[in-house]
């Protein structure tokens, strides 16, 4: 009973949280996309480490104010004796923001997600819906997002995402989200993914983070991100 309130209560609880609609924030929560794209001639780098000392970097630049282009490169190894591996060509990373959510609307993005890296597989194509609330100081984004996993996206084994992140203060940010959440009952309490972060903002355009991945496994991983953000034309 307490396994059927976790899964099925989490989807209600992020939405119940946000009452009005407006973008803020990042491209990623933890795992998850949001629904942001970037202004344009604005230009986005993340760089983020994982196991077994790979780098994963992804700069993204808003060519309109609702198209966003980036190029996902991933480099295996780079850190320790290991053969370094360098995924190539390298991919394109698209978002299309469909509705700037105003009123009760929210804010709808479409992207494509080509890049694997680490334990983490291609997210292939995806619908993300995002809903924001600003309460005093703390500002909250929750997202449902609906992904067909694989460079060449699965439209068979559709998985759904759960997430929010919030802003405490100027500086501090939480996150928190539930991923790869299958279709199917009888899979979501194996497979279904917990993660968590906090984040640092040093200035409005630099933030670095601290991942735990699959929270739900003894010895999560952990991985940290750096993302950098500024207007570039």
Do not use: C
């Not at 370094?84 to 479409?110: C, H, M, N, Q, Y």
């Not at 995002?130 to 067909?148: C, D, G, M, N, P």
């Amino acid at each position: 009973m307490k396994t059927k309130l976790v899964y099925f209560g989490l989807p209600a609880v992020f939405l119940m949280l946000s009452l009005s609609q407006a973008e803020a924030g990042r491209l990623d929560l933890v795992t998850i996309p949001t629904t942001k794209t970037l202004s344009k001639g604005d230009i986005d780098i993340d760089l983020e480490l994982y196991g077994k000392g790979g780098i994963f970097v992804r700069p993204s630049l808003g060519l309109t104010n609702y198209l966003t282009l980036g190029l996902p490169i991933n480099i295996e190894n780079l850190i320790g004796r290991d053969e370094v591996k360098i995924e190539l060509p390298v991919p394109v990373w698209a978002r299309v923001k469909l509705i700037d959510g105003s009123g009760f609307l929210p804010t709808i993005s479409l992207g494509y997600d080509p890049a694997e890296y680490g334990e983490n597989e291609a997210r292939g194509a995806y619908l993300t819906l995002s809903y924001f609330l600003q309460a005093k100081k703390v500002s909250t984004r929750s997202i449902l997002e609906v992904h067909a996993p694989g460079k060449d996206p699965d439209f068979s084994d559709l998985r759904a995402a759960v997430g929010l992140d919030m802003l405490i203060n100027k500086r501090l940010l939480f996150l928190a989200e539930a991923d790869h959440i299958p279709f199917h009952y009888d899979r979501i309490k194996d497979e279904t993914q917990v993660n968590a972060g906090l984040g640092f903002f040093f200035t409005p355009h630099l933030l670095a983070e601290i991942h735990l991945i699959d929270l739900r496994e003894d010895n999560p991983e952990r991985r940290v991100r750096i993302e950098y953000t500024k207007d570039f034309f």
